[in-house]
């Protein structure tokens, strides 16, 4: 879920208010507001507003591609109505090591360190 010509493609397989996706290590999200348009915003908070959907690619804990090495996660508090990207500081190096010592190409280790 990269632009959002594809998030309104996605947007049609569901009829929740909000819907989480992952595993694409680019983390971000996409809002519909009540005329149907979306929008895509990386901001690290987001007060969800009424009336709109959502379709959120959540940040990854391993090989995050958005240019941020670090490792993340959402925190989604439904009462408050609000997102939270978080993202934490982790032994890079230590898991590039222990990749490259797996016998796993040099690649997935190097792209780490950038987070690419």
Same mark, same amino acid.
């Given at each position: ?20 996706? %992952?595993?694409?290590? *680019?983390?971000?999200?996409? /809002?519909?507001?009540? $005329?149907?348009?979306?929008? !895509?915003?990386?901001?690290? =908070? ?25 490792? %993340?996660?959402?925190? *989604?508090?439904?009462?408050? /109505?609000?997102?939270? $990207?978080?993202?934490?500081? !982790?032994?890079?190096?230590? =898991? ?21």
């Amino acid at each position: 879920m990269l632009s959002p010509l594809d998030a309104v493609e996605e947007m049609k397989a569901f009829a929740e208010t909000m819907c989480f996706i %992952g595993h694409s290590h *680019f983390p971000g999200i996409f /809002g519909s507001d009540d $005329q149907g348009e979306v929008r !895509y915003t990386r901001v690290n =908070a987001l007060k969800l507003a009424k009336g709109h959907r959502y379709l959120v690619n959540v940040p990854s804990v391993g090989q995050p591609r958005d240019g941020d090495p670090r490792a %993340g996660y959402l925190m *989604f508090d439904e009462a408050a /109505g609000t997102l939270e $990207q978080v993202r934490l500081d !982790y032994d890079i190096a230590g =898991a590039m090591r222990r990749i490259v010592e797996a016998g796993l190409p040099r690649f997935l280790a190097d792209r780490l360190q950038w987070g690419e």
